[in-house]
């Protein structure tokens, strides 16, 4: 005998929507965090100076690869001499950096960031260079494709775990199956 009240489906717990969307949450949060390190590598602090052979004294991040930027290809020779009086050296730029239309034309290394440089420009009066960030192209290239590959993977794993989830919340419940009963057996007519 069945009893008239049968009992409720037994409702799935909802770890997996909760787990999904912690997911999809990080996979947002990770391409931010992305968008917002390549912003900060490519609009570091940028600095003018006059090429007009005077000292001019400048703070910029320590410890940084920076570039002097000029425009149309003026030449332009640059010195310069951090807080504690070391002589900054100027190399090549290693690539080709070219904002608008300033182009990297050499780089330095900013050492503790308190500098006093002195540019002079070879042709002209009133020339003017900037001194602004050089970013890794690797590092670049890599938190570009490392954010993106992250973002996606996490993405995907959330909205896997979210239709799994969902699948198996909303198939119907599976009844159990009948109890046994043997096979039915005419009586012995003999």
Known sequence: MSSPHAPAPKRTSRTGIWVAVGLLVAAVVVAVAAGVV??????????????????????????????????????????????????????????????????????????????????????????????????????LIGTIFGGACLGLFLGAAGLAVLVVTLVRRNRPPQLPPPPYQPPYQPPYQG
Do not use: K, M
């Open 38 to 139: 390549v912003w900060r590598l490519l609009s570091g602090e940028v600095v003018v100076v006059a090429a007009d052979g005077q000292a001019h004294q400048v703070d910029l991040p320590a410890d940084e690869t920076y570039g002097v930027f000029v425009t149309d290809g003026r030449p332009v020779t640059c010195e310069a001499v951090a807080g504690d009086g070391t002589a900054i050296s100027f190399g090549p730029v290693n690539g080709s950096y070219e904002v608008n239309e300033w182009e990297a034309d050499r780089s330095f290394d900013t050492a503790d960031g308190d500098l006093e440089v002195t540019c002079t420009a070879l042709a002209g009066d009133g020339a003017e260079v900037r001194l602004g960030p050089l970013p890794s192209i690797p590092g």
